[in-house]
């Protein structure tokens, strides 16, 4: 079966009279896997404490969601392509939200990072089909904007994640971290299937590339897994370097595969496009910038001063409220301003942020620095996503959103992978070491990816062929 062609062209989708409602429930949808991993962060020390998890475990959980997120990514922006969005956008919530209700009922390890596993793979297909329809049914200044409050609901929802995920972890409990998506995803479920509209699909499908899907992901797992075993063997023993090696074969296979089969899940020289490799760049950094402040701050908050949930989750309030503003003001200057002069300025007030936590360790320093830090990653993402799709071809705005989506999750699989290594010595010991370490660490990325984006971010303006 094919969806039937009740949409028209592009152009007059852009003014699809309902395309403001379709954001906001998108967007609701979206919310929901992103609080998904910010709303587990603050769960995590009661997880860990329920199920008798190992800090590796631990890392795990938040890794093992994320990295088949990412890892699937671009195989659901191909099914979003070739069997059409709106049933690729239902298929995916609802999987989601049946992985959601299986999580929470998990009483030991196993069954919990199954149920993550199952949580991803629902994601992989929502998220790129989600931002497939933002892309297609805005165009111009409007689509900017779209992107910008799209943005604007990543950013702040991470933040608003860790508020809510303490008050649910203070309250009923951990598992209604999880149990929360079950009756949201119905509802979005119901009213998507009513609104969203349908589109024709080329007869000429193809197929979907599982073995790329499997190369991508198995390389990636690869390197995450390298990066949770440094922390207790460290990061320079024979083993790691073997699975970074793995993982660079892995990605060199991955790319020779999609030159070489029939149906690949992406054009590679999408990925080497000037725009789209420059906003990939600084989602996945913006995105592992965020998870080393909700990693750091939940620990350190209830590990190191013994605070409780509920009261972590408040402390994370500023945060929330930073990098929606962050976003916003973005959003409403990236048109006056081009993306060069933002892709600079958001990571340099990322690294001013975590530079105060690094230097002071002290609650109010801890608070002030990750709001500042969550202000200047919520812009970043805003230019990410400006930068990567706000000049691609309508027929590669499935494919593009895949692409910029997996490095969203694989940004915050490796942060939550390296920040875990490097704070290891306070997240199972008394010392504050280890926090001031990640903070420095993520103070000298962000610094550094200023730089970068002064570099490859192109001025104005821009075209599909940069």
């Known amino acids: ?40 962060a603050i769960a995590l020390p009661h997880i860990e404490a329920d199920l008798d998890l190992s800090r590796q475990a631990v890392t795990w959980t938040v890794s093992a969601y994320t990295l088949t997120f990412g890892g699937l990514m671009l195989l659901g922006g191909r099914a979003a392509d070739l069997f059409g969005a709106r049933r690729v956008v239902l298929a995916g919530l609802l999987i989601f939200t049946a992985a959601s209700l299986v999580t929470g009922l998990a009483g030991a390890g196993g069954l919990l990072l199954a149920g993550r596993i199952a949580q991803g793979l629902g994601a992989a297909l929502l998220s790129p089909s989600a931002l497939s329809f933002v892309v297609s049914l805005f165009d111009g200044e409007e689509r900017n904007k779209a992107l910008g409050v799209w ?21 009923p409990g951990w598992p209604w971290v999880f149990y929360v998506n079950v009756p949201i995803g119905l509802a979005v479920a119901a009213a998507l299937a009513r609104m969203l509209p349908r589109r024709d699909v080329p007869r000429a499908r193809g197929g979907l590339d599982l073995l790329g899907a499997l190369l991508v992901t198995a390389s990636s797992g690869s390197l995450i897994y390298a990066f949770i075993r440094a922390g207790d063997h460290g990061w320079l023993t024979a083993a790691t370097g073997l699975l970074v090696v793995l993982a660079a074969v892995g990605y060199a296979a991955f790319v020779i595969r999609q030159r070489t089969a029939a149906s690949p899940m992406m054009d590679v020289a999408l990925l080497v496009r000037r725009t789209v490799a420059t906003g990939t760049f600084l989602i996945l950094v913006a995105t592992a910038l965020m998870i080393a402040v909700f990693f750091l701050g939940t620990f350190y ?104 989506s997996t490095f969203h999750e694989f940004g915050a699989s490796i942060g ?25 660490l993520a103070a000298i990325v962000a610094a550094v990816t200023a730089a970068a984006a002064a570099a490859l971010t192109p001025g104005r303006p821009t075209s599909y062929n940069v």
């Open 1 to 40: 079966m094919t969806d039937q062609a009740h949409e028209p062209s592009t152009e007059q989708g852009a003014r699809h009279p309902l395309r403001w409602r379709i954001l906001g429930l998108l967007g609701l949808a979206q919310l929901m896997l992103i609080l998904d991993v910010t709303v587990v």
């Open 151 to 171: 943005s604007a609901l990543g950013g702040g929802g991470a933040a608003l994640g860790v508020l809510l995920g303490g008050a649910l972890t203070a309250g």
């Open 301 to 404: 908050f209830q590990h190191a001063r013994g605070y409780g949930a509920l009261r972590t989750g408040l402390l994370f309030l500023p945060v929330a409220a930073a990098t929606m503003l962050g976003a916003d003001l973005t959003g409403r200057a990236i048109a006056r301003t081009g993306a060069r002069p933002l892709a600079v300025v958001g990571p340099l007030v990322a690294a001013a942020g975590m530079a105060l936590p690094a230097l002071s360790m002290h609650p109010a320093t801890v608070v002030a620095g990750t709001a500042i830090a969550g202000a200047g990653t919520g812009a970043m993402f805003v230019v990410a996503s400006a930068t990567a799709l706000g000049r691609v071809a309508p027929h590669e705005s499935g494919i593009a959103s895949g692409i910029v």
């Open 416 to 440: 939550a992978a390296v920040i875990s290594s490097v704070a290891a010595a306070s997240l199972v010991g008394d010392t504050l070491d280890g926090f001031t370490d990640g903070f420095v």
